[in-house]
C-alpha cells in the first residue's frame, strides 16, 4: 500500500469518528447539550396528551401519560419555545394536535398549547413550554432536573406551574 493511499484510509477514518461523534453528542460547544445523546425523532404528538402528576423525591411533579417527566426550560419565554433543532432532539416537545388533558392534580386553568415555530402545537402549563428529555427511559426518571443544557437550566414543574430548583435525588434512575 502506498503513502497516498495510507493518507486517504486515515483521513476518511478520522472524517466518519468526527462526523459520528459530532450526530452522537450535541454538546461539546458552549450551549451544547453536555453530551447528552439525540434521539432521532424524539418528538412525540398526541391529539390529546394528559399531563398528570407522580408524587416523588423532587416533590409532586408534572408527568405525561406514560409517567415521563415534563421539563420546563429557562431560556424561553412564557408562551414561547426557544428549543429548536438540536434542543429538541435532546428535549421532545409535548406536542398535541388538539386540547391537552389535565388529570389528577393539574389545574386545567393553567394547561394549554402555543404554536411552535414549525407550526406544531406544543403544551404548556402556566405558560412554560412542556418538554421531556430522551434520557429519562423509564417512567418516573428525572435525570434532567438542573442540567445546564443549550444555554439555560431545566426543572420540573409542580402542580403551581413554577419550576421545582431542588437538587434531584442521588440516583434517579429510579421510579417514583
Known amino acids: 500500500m502506498n503513502h497516498h493511499t495510507r493518507a486517504f484510509i486515515a483521513a476518511t477514518g478520522t472524517a ?40 416523588g423525591p ?52 393553567l394547561l394549554s398549547t402555543i404554536t411552535r415555530s414549525d407550526g406544531s402545537k406544543q403544551v404548556t402549563y402556566n405558560g412554560h413550554p412542556l418538554y421531556t428529555f430522551t434520557e429519562d427511559t423509564k417512567a418516573g426518571q428525572t435525570n434532567g432536573q438542573g442540567l445546564d443544557a443549550f444555554g439555560a437550566k431545566w426543572y420540573v414543574l409542580g402542580t403551581n406551574g413554577k419550576a421545582i430548583t431542588k437538587a434531584p435525588p442521588s440516583s434517579s434512575s429510579g421510579g417514583y
Not at 62 to 91: E, I, M, P, R
Open 16 to 55: 466518519l469518528f468526527l462526523s459520528t461523534a459530532t450526530v452522537a453528542y450535541a454538546g461539546s460547544s458552549p450551549g451544547g447539550a453536555h453530551g447528552v445523546q439525540a434521539a432521532p425523532s424524539a418528538t412525540s404528538t398526541s391529539s390529546s396528551p394528559t399531563v398528570t402528576t407522580k408524587s
Open 58 to 109: 423532587l416533590g409532586k411533579i408534572l408527568v405525561n401519560s406514560k409517567g415521563h417527566t415534563l421539563y420546563l426550560f429557562q431560556s424561553d419565554k412564557t408562551n414561547k419555545s426557544t428549543c429548536n433543532g438540536d434542543c429538541a432532539k435532546a428535549w421532545p416537545p409535548l406536542k398535541a394536535q388538539g386540547k391537552p388533558t389535565a388529570g389528577g392534580g393539574v389545574n386545567s386553568k
